[in-house]
């Protein structure tokens, strides 16, 4: 009974564990993969503004002008064509990242 317990736990906390978690200082985000990108958890219902505004602006090529200067495209995309905010925040390992954060407080990486 304790050992099947055991698999059960382990298991859960390996697939717990697949997900992408970052930190922006005390606040704790944990990212799902909708549709091929990662949200945040709460956006799965597919009703936020991160991936209601990713379905829309994804694809749209990126002018030569708004990448001068050797600008990164996937903030210029977040800033300039989907409105949101570039931060940065860590992973469970204290690596860096960029994530694009929206007014509703949904996230986008």
Not at 15 to 30: H, M, Q, R, S, Y
Not at 68 to 83: I, T
Not at 84 to 99: F, L, P
Request: aromatic share 12%; glycine share 8%.
């Amino acid at each position: 009974m304790i050992t099947r317990f055991f698999l059960i736990w382990m298991v859960s906390l390996q697939a717990f564990a697949a997900d992408p978690v970052l930190t922006f200082g005390e606040l704790k985000v944990i990212f799902a993969k909708v549709d091929g990108i990662y949200v945040n958890r709460s956006c799965k219902n597919k009703k936020c503004e991160a991936y209601q505004k990713y379905l829309n602006f994804s694809k749209t090529p990126l002018s030569p002008e708004l990448l001068n200067g050797g600008k990164n495209p996937s903030a210029v995309r977040c800033k300039e064509l989907m409105g949101g905010e570039v931060i940065i925040g860590k992973d469970r390992d204290g690596h860096e990242q960029s994530v694009c954060q929206f007014s509703d407080g949904s996230y986008l990486i």
